[in-house]
T-cell receptor, first 112, second 114 residues
Framework: EDKVVQSPLSLVVHEGDTVTLNCSYE??????LLWYKQEKKAPTFLFML????IEKKSGRLSSILDKKELSSILNITATQTGDSAIYLC????????????FGQGTILTVHP | DADVTQTPRNRITKTGKRIMLECSQT?????MYWYRQDPGLGLRLIYY???????NKGEISDGYSVSRQAQAKFSLSLESAIPNQTALYFC?????????????FGPGTRLTVL
């Protein structure tokens, strides 16, 4: 059974701090790892990672995949209150193409 | 206009009632999914469909059924709702090719079963 574990489950920081969120996975026939941000309601897509060691970057957010360690990190620098959200990690793999297995999510709270 | 819409957005119902949640998309994607989200458990897949004639069970399909009425429409039914089906339900879509693993989510339906 495919498994995705995120840590920490929750994190409270102050504006300006840098945070690192972790995602580890066990999945057969790994294809990709995705990060989503969920504020209020619908998860919105951040990154998709398929190759080890190649950083994806968008503004203050960046992410990298380590296939050897079966893990990924999501970094947020100079955090702002608008970064407060649940960050979800999901992995695509297995025998059924197009299915994602999600982790529990990390709840990030950024205080002013 | 939103690419993936869900109706209703909120619903309160009683144990034993039949409930249908509807999802429509204008993204032209072939794949559609239903998930539920519970605190601390992330998103869990209920059913998914790769085209109109294809329906597949996810990890938690018991107590649910689905119908893919058209490429753009995918509905989820609870035949006889029970309190532990109280959750936030999301519909999602995905492409058949290209960035095939990326899924796009609707705004969610908050369902409360009393």
């Amino acid at each position: 059974e495919d498994k995705v574990v995120q840590s920490p489950l929750s994190l409270v920081v102050h504006e300006g701090d840098t945070v690192t969120l972790n995602c580890s996975y066990e999945v057969t026939n790994f294809r990709s790892l995705l990060w989503y941000k969920q504020e209020k309601k619908a998860p919105t897509f951040l990154f998709m990672l398929t190759s080890s060691g190649i950083e994806k970057k968008s503004g203050r957010l960046s992410s990298i995949l380590d296939k050897k360690e079966l893990s990924s990190i999501l970094n947020i620098t100079a955090t702002q209150t608008g970064d407060s959200a649940i960050y979800l990690c999901a992995v695509a793999g297995g025998t059924s193409y197009g299915k994602l297995t999600f982790g529990q999510g990390t709840i990030l709270t950024v205080h002013p | 206009d939103a690419d993936v819409t869900q109706t209703p957005r909120n619903r309160i119902t009683k144990t034993g009632k039949r409930i249908m949640l509807e999802c429509s998309q204008t993204k032209g994607h072939d794949r559609m999914y239903w998930y539920r989200q519970d605190p601390g458990l992330g998103l869990r897949l209920i059913y998914y469909s790769f085209d109109v004639k294809d329906i597949n069970k996810g990890e938690i399909s018991d107590g649910y059924s689905v119908s893919r009425q058209a490429q753009a429409k995918f509905s989820l039914s609870l035949e006889s709702a029970i309190p532990n089906q109280t959750a936030l339900y999301f519909c999602a879509t995905g492409e058949l090719a290209g960035a095939a693993d990326t899924q796009y989510f609707g705004p969610g339906t908050r369902l409360t079963v009393l």
